[in-house]
């Protein structure tokens, strides 16, 4: 007996009804989707291309406002005044941020450790200070560092000592790595303590049976679980580093004489734009500053997530 092949069955094509499913399916994922992207394009997107639109014009006294190309970013590039304050930026980085984040690694490492009695109390202490506004905090800071009416000069009177004047210009960068640090050691360590408990117990249990001891348990289970916390931590502390404004405009007010208007890139974009009336130049520093920190925070990234 011999068995006949079955003829295949032909492919019907989709049908108009299941297209349309399809369809009704895209537009209720567009419909949770679109307020985030119409949010993200007025105030992501439209400001960064109304400022490129801005760098490639300038003002001139004759003439008017006309296109002049790539010209004011060369003479960002050239300009000595922004190259001084990203330098003065770079410094109180390179100082500031590794302060910061291992005053913050070390302060959550105690909490968890389960050795550090009321560490309840200590968490919120320490996180504490970031709910204070930086404008408040600055303004507090540049009472306490006042040599006439504040806490250093009631302590020369009282004392009849000369304490350096945290404003001058010798000490202000320090004084505003001070307040930048009393600001965010908190912020950093809930960033650090969350990753510490989330890591596995078993890799404590396992350190344990092979005799490490708390050091060892320190670094070679702690800090490479938290890997990717202690990354993210640096390069929010780039970016911030490079962002610092608040601070120097506040206490411009109080040391005219140390903080000048181009102290920091912000502050000089910010003079440029609303004291100089320099609205095209503003802009093309800003975004000179913006590449600037996007490459260092990628380079950061790279080599911070780089497996050994």
Avoid at 19 to 28: D, I, S, T
Avoid at 61 to 90: K, M
């Amino acid at each position: 007996m011999t068995l006949l092949p079955t003829p295949a069955k032909a492919v019907s094509p989709p049908r108009p009804r299941a297209r349309f499913h399809v369809g009704k399916q895209a537009l209720v994922g567009w419909g949770f989707a679109g307020p985030f992207v119409a949010v993200f394009a007025l105030v992501f997107l439209a400001p960064i291309g109304y400022a490129l639109y801005l760098s490639l014009f300038r003002d001139r006294l004759i003439g008017g406002t006309s296109f002049v190309g790539l010209d004011n970013y060369t003479q960002a590039l050239t300009d000595a005044r922004f190259w001084e304050a990203l330098t003065r930026v770079g410094l109180f980085l390179a100082v500031q941020v590794p302060i910061m984040l291992g005053i913050a690694l070390l302060v959550a490492l105690a909490i968890d450790s389960g050795r550090l009695y009321g560490k309840g109390f200590f968490r919120i202490s320490i996180f504490l200070p970031y709910a204070v506004p930086a404008v408040v905090a600055s303004l507090m800071w540049g009472f306490i560092y006042g040599t006439r009416f504040g806490l250093v000069g009631n302590i020369n009177d009282t004392f009849g000592v000369s304490l350096p004047d945290p404003l001058s210009p010798s000490l202000v960068l320090a004084s505003i790595g001070n307040i930048v640090t009393w600001e965010f050691v908190g912020y950093n360590m809930l960033i650090f303590y969350s990753a510490l408990k989330i890591v596995p117990r078993s890799l404590y249990e396992a350190a344990a049976i092979d005799g490490a001891g708390e050091w060892r348990v320190v670094t070679s289970v702690k800090l490479p679980a938290i890997r990717g916390s202690l990354v993210i931590a640096t390069i929010f502390s780039i970016i911030g580093s490079f962002q610092l404004f608040n601070e120097p405009s506040i206490l411009q007010k109080l040391a005219p004489n140390a903080i000048t208007s181009d102290f920091t890139p912000n502050l000089y974009t910010y003079s440029l734009s609303f004291s100089g009336q320099q609205h095209n130049y503003a802009a093309t520093v800003a975004i000179v500053m913006g590449v600037i920190t996007a490459i260092i925070a990628y380079a950061v990234q790279l080599r911070g997530m780089r497996k050994g």
